[in-house]
């Protein structure tokens, strides 16, 4: 099954270990998993939070700075302190159409939706998921995929570059303070659950806040489907994200569908808007997120809510 954030090394590991491979065969994954696993702590696993060391965040920056990404600002545009994280337009109220053909296509950066990045020998790419910015009273919330962050532990290498192009962080380098998911995700995987809040800070710029920076996006909790909505990632092997415009669709009572082809690995975590700057999804779910015709998303319940009330608790 085509997965939106790839599983190959714990994959391709288990099943040399079940064949009984000899190490050698399989050294270049065995590193690999060696690799991912330095990259891994268990944090409050039965509660699903994890609290970054500041000096291992500031280091991982510092990697994505050193050759990966440089920050280097955009021009404003329009006099604008920052872009509309997206199209404005009312989408329920007329104007607004689905992508055709229904493929992802390549799309300008926005303020508010940027790539996660995971520097170091963990087996992914540098950036290997997408993220978006989104309302809180601190100002320092990003929603991503849950298993984006956790998968046999908390990543402790991850970085986000919101508005990321091009090899250029116009807004910076951000990193983890804490992290959120849901107990039934890191303790069971549960799909329904595949949904996580990152807080993050800016290294050398204290007491900046990211929303005042990027802008962000409002979540609606319990969306009414169908919904008009357009998807938002970054593939793992493009510079810059891609986009695509169709109806958002419960599929079961905890998961929301989204068909359109072409939305590959790397776009786990991206948001899945409607009326322009709500977010009633994120690239996830069942399946991985998917596969090459049809995306998915945790619905976003009660539980989600919760979820970001407690990551938005001091």
């Known amino acids: 099954m085509f997965t939106k954030v790839s599983g190959r090394v714990v994959r391709i590991c288990v099943v040399l270990a079940a064949l009984g491979v ?6 270049t994954y065995l590193w690999e998993l060696r690799g991912m696993v330095a990259h891994r702590a268990d944090g409050d696993a039965a509660q699903g939070v994890y609290r970054q060391d500041p000096e291992r965040a500031d280091r991982t920056a510092a990697a994505v700075l050193d050759g990966i990404a440089r920050e280097e600002p955009d ?7 920052f872009a509309d994280t997206g199209p404005a337009e009312r989408w329920r109220s007329g104007g607004w159409q689905p992508s055709e053909p229904l493929r992802a296509r390549p799309a300008p950066a926005e303020p508010a939706v940027g790539a996660l990045f995971s520097p170091g020998t963990d087996g992914d790419p540098d950036h290997h998921c997408s993220a978006g910015v989104v309302h809180s009273p601190g100002g320092d919330l990003v929603a991503t995929a849950a298993h984006c962050v956790y998968s046999g532990g908390f990543r402790t290498n991850l970085a986000f570059a919101p508005g990321y192009h091009d090899g250029v962080a ?10 959120d998911v849901d107990r039934r995700w890191s303790e069971d995987q549960d799909p329904d659950h595949d949904v996580a809040f990152i807080r993050l800070r800016r290294p050398g710029y204290p007491g900046q806040r990211l929303e005042d920076v990027t802008g962000g996006l409002t979540i609606s909790f319990r969306p009414e489907l169908p919904a008009p909505a357009r998807l938002v990632g970054y593939p793992n092997t493009s510079e810059q994200p891609l986009d695509c ?8 009572p905890a998961q929301l569908r989204f068909d359109c082809a072409d939305v590959p690995n790397g776009t786990s975590g991206g948001p899945v808007l409607t009326d322009g700057h709500t977010l009633i999804g994120l690239i996830g779910g069942r399946d991985g997120g998917g596969d090459d015709e049809t995306s998915y998303s945790s619905y976003f319940g009660d539980d989600v809510r919760v979820l970001y009330e407690r990551a938005t608790t001091p």
């Open 245 to 252: 415009r169709n109806t958002a669709r419960a599929a079961g």
């Open 22 to 27: 000899p190490a050698v065969a399989g050294g």
């Open 170 to 179: 116009p807004y910076g380098v951000w990193v983890p303070t804490r992290i």
């Open 75 to 81: 021009p404003p545009k329009d006099g604008r302190a």
